[in-house]
């Protein structure tokens, strides 16, 4: 079992649409979760960081449920600009693990007009 | 100027060739990370250093070495570069910030150095 397992999509929703991601991880010490947003040839860049009381920033809303080792992000009314590779990423705490992100293998979503 | 840069960014090269691709950082970050990515793959692991004399293995490190010549620059090799070693390399940095007992760190990666070997 891969230890953060994504659905690979593609996603493909019109503009204005709700969609959300999905995202399990493996073990159970996971400390740390993130969203990171790939553009295509471009350099993963942080989304949002993932808190256990769930987070809001603007349309994307992240959600954590540790007992299900879960996480999730909505988007809502999607823009064309949101078209982009969506990864999900868990820090494995513990001993010297700190800083030792693991990757998704990411969601694809486009976003038409 | 971007804070994480990578060189090259296209490199074209032969099997059994020894190449070195190169990242340097303007962040201040002690912690710095090599990783490769794969379609269907993500990103992967190859070596990381927490502070200049700190070099640790990550999930794929045979074939490569790293060197770690200043807090600003890290660099990873390949010794006999083979076919499988074709991927997009990535560098990156990050500084933990320790908050109510956990650690929340942010990695900021370079632009990528797309590697074909032929």
Same mark, same amino acid.
């Given at each position: 079992?891969?230890?953060?397992?994504?659905d690979?999509?593609?996603?493909?929703?019109?503009?204005?649409?709700?969609v959300?991601f999905?995202?399990?991880?493996?073990n159970?010490?996971?400390?740390?979760?993130?969203?990171?947003?790939?553009?295509?040839?471009?350099?993963?860049k942080?989304?949002?960081?993932?808190?256990?009381?769930?987070?809001?920033?603007?349309?994307?809303?992240?959600?954590?449920?540790?007992?299900?080792?879960?996480?999730s992000?909505?988007?809502?009314d999607?823009?064309?600009?949101?078209?982009?590779?969506?990864?999900?990423?868990?820090n494995?705490?513990?001993g010297?693990?700190?800083g030792?992100?693991?990757?998704?293998?990411?969601?694809?979503?486009?976003?038409?007009p | 100027?971007?804070?994480?840069?990578?060189t090259?960014?296209?490199?074209?090269t032969?099997?059994?060739?020894?190449i070195?691709?190169?990242?340097?950082?303007?962040?201040?970050?002690?912690?710095m990370y090599?990783?490769?990515?794969d379609?269907?793959?993500g990103?992967r *692991?190859?070596?990381?250093?927490?502070?200049?004399?700190?070099?640790?293995?990550?999930e794929? $490190? &045979?074939?490569?070495?790293? %060197?770690?010549?200043?807090?600003?620059?890290?660099?990873l090799s *390949?010794?006999?570069?083979?076919p499988?070693?074709t991927?997009?390399?990535?560098?990156?940095? $990050? &500084?933990?910030?320790w908050? %109510?007992?956990?650690?929340q760190?942010?990695?900021?990666?370079?632009?990528?150095?797309?590697?074909?070997?032929l």
């Amino acid at each position: 079992r891969k230890e953060v397992e994504q659905d690979p999509g593609p996603f493909n929703v019109p503009e204005g649409a709700t969609v959300a991601f999905n995202c399990t991880y493996s073990n159970s010490a996971s400390q740390s979760f993130f969203w990171y947003r790939q553009d295509c040839r471009k350099e993963p860049k942080l989304l949002m960081s993932v808190y256990s009381s769930g987070n809001e920033d603007g349309r994307f809303t992240a959600q954590l449920n540790r007992a299900s080792q879960y996480i999730s992000l909505l988007i809502r009314d999607s823009k064309l600009s949101d078209s982009a590779t969506y990864l999900c990423v868990v820090n494995f705490a513990g001993g010297t693990s700190y800083g030792k992100l693991t990757f998704g293998q990411g969601t694809i979503l486009t976003v038409h007009p | 100027d971007a804070d994480v840069t990578q060189t090259p960014r296209n490199r074209i090269t032969k099997t059994g060739k020894r190449i070195m691709l190169e990242c340097s950082q303007t962040k201040g970050h002690d912690r710095m990370y090599w990783y490769r990515q794969d379609p269907g793959l993500g990103l992967r *692991l190859i070596y990381y250093s927490f502070d200049v004399k700190d070099i640790n293995k990550g999930e794929i $490190s &045979d074939g490569y070495s790293v %060197s770690r010549q200043a807090q600003a620059k890290f660099s990873l090799s *390949l010794e006999s570069a083979i076919p499988n070693q074709t991927a997009l390399y990535f560098c990156a940095t $990050s &500084d933990p910030l320790w908050t %109510s007992g956990t650690v929340q760190e942010t990695q900021y990666f370079g632009p990528g150095t797309r590697l074909l070997v032929l």
